[in-house]
């Protein structure tokens, strides 16, 4: 503990509000990051550089190893820190009977660990909620992992983010998460009787997205119907972050395809304030999105026939490492 506290009086800087949060220990799920006091949505909790980037992200072992021994001893001894965990696949995956214990020790903590290829210190520490309050995502702009509030966080409330990739219902969730070897507790998980109705709404909204995909998501009155109901039902869940950035965009996208630049720049000021929280106003897409916004409120203003190839979409936003 008195090691966190040094460490994390020192990482506070300019670029984030690191002293809003503590690391202590978490009810059953060993350490955690926790709200010093009351932190407002949109607040850059973390901006942190990898404490150790593998090269490539395939050949795990070889690249991780190397990654490590070429860090210096106060790295070595920080990374050698952190939790570590390794499934039964991933053993598998690295011939773990021919390693030595230090690098059986370094691969099971970028196990349990990675963001993409990098590992970060006190990001490390961040535990995982189906329902999370901070978003992650790579900012060019600092070349950091930038670790937002996208709720307001009560004092004494745990930061959390997702380890899981999609919006699904609780059994595929748990069935990711066995890759870190825990089965989660969040609120929504918890509670297994029938009428929970924020799993109801993970399991709806993972029917809708299926059924987005199934219909290549062509722009028509349906699928936006759809982008409506499931931004709503997001919304309604707490799923506020890059989801339903993502379906903002989509139903901009749609409707401006669909001829309408009113409608479609009223779903892209949803989609840039989204961004705004999730990311920061430094961050080269919200720059982007921003223009969007400008030239759709220009497009709605404006007397001549609207075409939706008039705009500059933004159609590869940064979702963060893998
Ligand atoms: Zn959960």
Not at 9 to 26: I, P, W, Y
Not at 65 to 88: I, R, T, V, W
Not at 144 to 172: K, N, P, W
């Amino acid at each position: 503990m008195a090691d966190y506290a040094y460490n994390l009086d020192k990482l506070s800087s300019t670029l984030d509000a690191g002293h809003l949060v503590e690391v202590r220990e978490s009810p059953r799920k060993g350490l955690g990051l926790f709200a010093r006091e009351t932190i407002t949505r949109g607040t850059r909790i973390i901006a942190e550089y990898p404490l150790l980037k593998a090269v490539t992200v395939s050949s795990h072992g070889v690249n991780v190893l190397a990654a490590f021994h070429n860090l210096p001893p106060f790295k070595q001894q920080a990374y050698l820190g952190l939790h570590e965990y390794a499934s039964d696949t991933f053993k598998e995956e690295n011939d773990w009977e021919s390693l030595s214990d230090l690098d059986r020790r370094v691969l099971a903590i970028f196990a349990a660990n990675r963001w993409g290829r990098d590992v970060f210190w006190l990001a490390s520490q961040f535990n995982h909620s189906c329902i999370p309050n901070i978003h992650n995502a790579h900012n060019p702009t600092i070349q950091m992992e930038t670790f937002h509030s996208i709720q307001e966080i009560e004092a004494g409330e745990e930061l959390t983010v997702s380890y899981i990739a999609g919006i699904c219902a609780r059994d595929e969730r748990q069935a990711q998460l066995k890759k870190w070897g825990f089965e989660c507790k969040c609120p929504v998980c918890q509670d297994t009787s029938d009428d929970n109705k924020l799993e109801q709404n993970f399991a709806q909204i993972a029917f809708l997205s299926q059924e987005l995909k199934i219909a290549g998501a062509l722009p028509s009155k349906k699928t936006l119907d759809a982008f409506r109901r499931m931004a709503g039902l997001m919304r309604s869940t707490g799923l506020v972050g890059k989801y339903l950035h993502n379906c903002y965009l989509d139903a901009a996208f749609c409707s401006a395809v669909l001829g309408s630049a009113q409608m479609a720049m009223l779903w892209t000021e949803k989609e840039v304030e989204v961004n705004d929280y999730c990311l920061g106003k430094d961050h080269l897409d919200c720059q982007k999105e921003v223009r969007v916004m400008r030239q759709l409120r220009s497009a709605a203003k404006s007397k001549r026939p609207f075409h939706y190839t008039h705009i500059s979409w933004v159609l590869d936003w940064d979702q963060g490492p893998e």
